[in-house]
């Protein structure tokens, strides 16, 4: 997902605030975790994207999922602050970019390795110390599982794919074959 400009403005105002109090961990959590109910949730997109529900009531809705999630008070306070500026629908977008720039600051990145089988935490490990020499950064590996992928792994990081599935060498072994 690309970040827009404005969601790179509220989640770096965000990173500040964390640097500051030293909690980027617990609020980048807190902010997965509504981010997550946002997108499960089609009723709560519906009630707060509707301009004819009071900003009071939406502030309401907001401060008991605040109580059911035990959300600290940045937290809290970000997430008024998102409401009252109209940009609550935007948070899974901020979400990402905090998430962006934060690990950016730590000096990490993700990478998403896809196998046909889960793979051994062995396996991951290899893959994760050669990304991590590769890069120079901190890799924190998503694994994922795609049967259709026959063998082998395809690994994303940042804008870079390496294929190595059994898939895609069939499919160029096809394309070879039919030229």
């Not at 403005?9 to 997965?32: D, P, S």
């Not at 390795?113 to 950064?137: C, M, Y």
């Not at 870079?160 to 039919?178: C, F, M, N, P």
Request: glycine residues 4%.
């Amino acid at each position: 997902m690309s970040e827009s400009p404005i969601a790179r403005r509220y989640a770096k105002a965000l990173v500040e605030l964390c640097t500051e109090t030293k909690n980027h961990a617990v609020i980048g959590k807190q902010l997965e975790s509504f981010a997550q109910t946002w997108s499960s949730s089609e009723d709560l997109q519906a009630l707060m994207k509707n301009p004819v529900v009071p900003l009071a009531d939406k502030r309401e809705v907001l401060t008991r999922i605040f109580s059911r999630f035990l959300f600290a008070p940045t937290t809290r306070n970000f997430l008024l602050v998102l409401l009252e500026n109209e940009r609550i629908a935007q948070v899974e977008e901020i979400t990402q970019a905090f998430a962006s720039q934060m690990d950016e600051l730590s000096n990490r990145t993700r990478a998403t390795v896809t196998s046909a089988v889960p793979l051994e935490r062995s396996d991951l490990a290899r893959i994760q110390n050669a990304l991590q020499r590769l890069t120079g950064k901190t890799v924190v590996l998503d694994a994922r599982v795609d049967p259709s992928l026959i063998g082998g792994v395809v690994t994303e990081i940042g804008n870079i794919v390496l294929d190595g599935s059994v898939k895609t060498q069939l499919q160029s072994l096809r394309e070879h074959l039919l030229v």
